[in-house]
């Protein structure tokens, strides 16, 4: 059971997640970062990490607070850094400040800007760190682009109750609500880019386009190794209003990448044997910091088996479809045992509308089980 202390300490840091998910869309690669001063149960101030290049957390938080904040707490979402870049090392201005007590959700992975801890410690400052999941999943994917090299992976898919993602016969256009499927939209509003398979394009042909106006659409790529994706498939003939790659084999046939580069589309040729690592390291290096993917069981499969996946969410709709063709969700390898099938943790339930919506994380993706100090060390 958490202790007062504890559940005070957390409740800040919730509500230093809430500032830093502010800086979506606007701080990448760097990344969410919210922070708040207090003394007792006043806040004294505030602030997030708002542009890239741009003050840290920390440093508005400060200011906001300015003489108040010696011999306050700061609580913020990620250690700060220890690190001249474009700006100066947040551990200093702490120092300046006169905090008497720092509480982190997370530790900085970077090499280079992370350890802001030795030096608040040194210098007399109280460090803990608590363990707060709205926060760690902020900082989800900055630490699989900086520790990984690709992108921080969300695999989404929809499913009748028995596990099928589509009729055999493809006559069940969509399995869940419209609710269910604004939520999906939400999630591509946020996505820096969305990925499905080349099956998916030839079976399903999506347009991949959030609903939501006002926000810059996710880049729709195709992983397609053959180049199969049509002329005529909706990402194709709206190449032009939306950017549209696919990532293909290493030497992709002529006309038909001319033919897809006419309509717009950018044709990314992939070395070797064009593996899902290769083609999550090419989005990477292109600017993909937040990859959502939606499309197709053996996708899926691939990512799941490469242990790509940073977390899953899966609508389950009311619907039994049976059949032993029917598709499922998730191809690949697959689990000998169950035994050796792929833990979740993290996992979180909610209802949209008549759809069950299940969130969590694989085990062995869980950043906040493979790094960092202790909860309250």
Same mark, same amino acid.
């Given at each position: ?165 589509? =009729? *055999?016969?493809? %006559?069940?256009?969509? +399995? #869940? ?5 604004? $939520?999906?939209? @939400?999630?591509?509003? &946020? ?47 709206? =190449? *032009?209003?939306? %950017?549209?790659?696919? +990532? #293909? ?5 002529? $006309?038909?990448? @001319?033919?897809?580069? &006419? ?115």
């Amino acid at each position: 059971m958490n202790s007062g202390a504890e559940t005070r300490d957390i409740a800040f840091l919730q509500r230093a997640a809430a500032l830093a998910a502010r800086g979506r869309g606007r701080v990448e690669p760097n990344p969410y970062v919210g922070a708040v001063v207090v003394r007792g149960d006043r806040v004294l101030g505030e602030g997030a990490h708002r542009d890239y290049g741009g003050p840290h957390a920390e440093v508005h938080a400060l200011r906001r607070a300015g003489e108040a904040a010696r011999g306050a707490t700061l609580y913020v979402t990620l250690e700060p850094c220890s690190h001249t870049g474009k700006t100066g090392p947040c551990d200093r201005r702490v120092l300046a400040a006169g905090v008497a007590r720092v509480v982190v959700a997370a530790l900085d992975p970077s090499p280079l800007a992370g350890g802001g801890r030795h030096r608040l410690r040194a210098g007399g400052v109280e460090f803990v760190r608590r363990s707060c999941a709205a926060a760690r999943r902020l900082i989800a994917p900055f630490v699989a682009y900086l520790e990984e090299d690709r992108p921080f992976v969300l695999l989404k898919w929809a499913m009748s109750l028995d596990g099928r993602i589509a =009729a *055999r016969g493809g %006559a069940l256009r969509y +399995l #869940t609500s419209e609710a269910a499927r604004r $939520a999906v939209h @939400r999630e591509r509003a &946020r996505a820096d880019a969305v990925l499905v398979g080349s099956g998916t394009v030839l079976a399903d042909d999506p347009q991949l386009t959030p609903w939501l106006t006002g926000g810059r659409p996710a880049t729709r790529v195709v992983l397609d190794r053959r180049l199969r994706t049509p002329p005529g498939a909706v990402v194709v003939r709206t =190449a *032009r209003e939306v %950017a549209t790659w696919i +990532l #293909t084999g290493a030497k992709p046939d002529p $006309a038909r990448a @001319r033919r897809l580069e &006419r309509a717009g589309v950018r044709i990314l040729p992939l070395r070797g044997r064009a593996s899902v690592g290769e083609a999550l390291r090419v989005l990477r290096r292109d600017g993909v910091h937040r990859l959502l993917v939606e499309g197709g069981a053996a996708l899926a499969g691939a990512l799941h088996d490469a242990g790509a996946v940073d977390r899953v969410q899966a609508f389950v709709a009311p619907h039994l479809i049976g059949e032993h063709d029917a598709l499922g969700a998730i191809g690949g390898r697959g689990a000998a045992r169950v035994t050796d099938a792929q833990a979740l943790v993290g996992l979180r339930a909610r209802w949209i509308g008549v759809d069950l919506v299940l969130e969590g994380e694989p085990a062995a993706r869980s950043w906040g089980q493979r790094a960092g100090l202790p909860a309250g060390s």
